[in-house]
């Protein structure tokens, strides 16, 4: 059984609850148990986190680069087991997995590096009679709310940069898939790489574990990323306490395919897009506008590509796309697919669950592409967190731009031309945290990443991510 980690010591739930964790791809497979954490549990995790930051605020910059290196070192050597646990408790493919955990050492790699640049500077009011200095200073205790979709990526990307300003941290896996962070966490302790009560994971619900690390007036900074609905009751209720909060939330995001397109290449970066982990991405594609010229070979390249993905375990390197992660996010997706039938799409492709015995038991659902929805249709105004792609024609760039801008998201979007002065026009009227140019939607340690609207507040990874976890105070000198 996995166990909770407070204060450099594996416990279970004070209260002796535990959960079961199944393989999305076969619910009769029951991956490990965890505890399922208590009110009483999180604030020994937040007194423990307390401790943790007095030990590691002493620690010289330097040398928190050093232990984030051997932190890296530890997930590249374990990459292959911990991308096992990755595969059967979140049902995306071993190949993914790997990725997710390679990408994940490389961004404690960059942040290793960052640590010893903190830096403020001084300046001269009257000379050296006068003069002010502006210093960082990091936090102390902060909490990171975490999702089930890339569990690893968000781990690293909330404790590299944590943990490089100086701070304590307490983790929060989502319930449905804490093992991989469990034994990262795990093997981290046995190693004796971090000081006591610098890393702290609890797995418990929401609306009481959550609750706990928003409102405790010992966390001073709340790392949150999921939906939209739970990001606005985590910021309101952070407000509360005048509490830092950085949130990643949900997308709508773009993609504008011009009709001097590179064609082939646009396709194929829709394909792996939007389908890559069943479409459980945030900054996937969720919505093609194409312009009228291109929509048909567009559509043809599309739906013949879409068609060769192969769905099953993704333990089986013959898989392309694993399951749904659970059966609410199943259903979720059968609803907003039927709507957008009710509401004039076509499905191309895909649009129901897979035949055969093999996917009884899993949560599957087919890639799938549905041209023409409504524009109030679900697939086109919510988050669509799964493997569907609704296509839409447009006739002139001011249309596309505004049927892009018309969701109430606004993480990220792409536009696909070879005119560069084109490309320029949309980029500067897109509503959103990124753009990409003739580049499929993938995130990039050294870039800031994050969104506007309702996508959320803040940024993580590049330099913009690390001054997140710090907090500015000045000084003023008067030597007369």
Not at 49 to 61: L, M, N, V, Y
Not at 121 to 129: C, D
Not at 390 to 414: H, K, R
Request: hydrophobic letters at 40%; a neutral charge.
């Amino acid at each position: 059984m996995a166990r909770l980690l407070i204060n450099g010591e594996f416990r279970n739930s004070s209260s002796g609850e535990i959960s079961w964790i199944r393989n999305p791809a076969n619910t009769d497979e029951k991956v490990d148990s965890v505890p399922v954490a208590t009110v009483d549990d999180a604030k020994e995790a937040i007194e423990s986190a307390k401790e943790g930051f007095e030990k590691w605020a002493k620690i010289s910059p330097p040398k928190k680069g050093a232990i984030l290196l051997k932190i890296a070192e530890v997930l590249r050597n374990n990459c292959e087991e911990l991308s096992i646990l990755l595969t059967k408790e979140h049902g995306k493919t071993l190949s993914e997995s790997r990725k997710e955990i390679k990408k994940a050492a490389n961004r404690l790699t960059f942040y290793a590096g960052l640590a010893p640049q903190i830096s403020g500077r001084v300046s001269l009011l009257e000379g050296l009679k006068k003069y002010f200095t502006v210093i960082k200073e990091p936090y102390g205790v902060t909490a990171g709310i975490l999702p089930w979709n890339v569990p690893v990526t968000k781990f690293v990307a909330y404790i590299a940069p944590a943990l490089a300003a100086g701070n304590s941290v307490i983790v929060k896996p989502a319930s449905t898939a804490p093992l991989t962070l469990l034994k990262i966490g795990e093997v981290l302790t046995h190693l004796n790489l971090l000081p006591k009560g610098v890393l702290n994971i609890v797995v418990g619900p929401g609306n009481t574990v959550g609750e706990e690390l928003v409102r405790n007036s010992e966390v001073s900074k709340i790392v949150f990323t999921g939906s939209t609905e739970s990001g606005m009751k985590v910021s309101s209720l952070a407000g509360r306490h005048f509490k830092h909060v950085s949130l990643e939330l949900g997308g709508s995001d773009p993609m504008i395919v011009c009709e001097d397109a590179d064609i082939d290449k646009a396709v194929k970066a829709a394909v792996i897009s939007r389908f890559r982990m069943a479409g459980q991405v945030c900054m996937a594609v969720k919505r093609i506008f194409l312009h009228e010229s291109v929509y048909e070979s567009f559509r043809e390249k599309l739906v013949k590509e879409v068609s060769k993905i192969t769905v099953g375990n993704g333990l089986d390197p013959r898989v392309s796309m694993g399951p749904l992660h659970n059966r609410e996010q199943l259903e979720e997706i059968e609803g907003q697919v039927e709507d957008a039938l009710n509401k004039g799409g076509t499905v191309l492709t895909g649009g129901m669950k897979p035949k055969g015995k093999e996917f009884q038991k899993g949560y599957f659902y087919l890639p799938t592409v549905i041209e023409q929805p409504s524009l109030n249709s679900r697939v086109m105004m919510e988050e669509t967190f799964g493997p569907v792609l609704p296509l839409n024609p447009f006739s002139t760039i001011e249309e596309a731009i505004e049927l892009a801008n018309s969701s109430v998201f606004g993480l990220t979007g792409s536009v696909w031309t070879r005119d560069l002065k084109k490309a320029h026009m949309i980029m500067e009227e897109l509503q959103v945290g990124t753009v990409w140019v003739n580049n499929r939607h993938e995130s990039i340690t050294e870039a800031p990443f994050g969104g506007v609207k309702k996508s959320g507040i803040g940024r993580e990874f590049g330099k913009e991510g690390l001054e997140e976890f710090l907090k500015t105070k000045t000084i003023v000198i008067n030597n007369e």
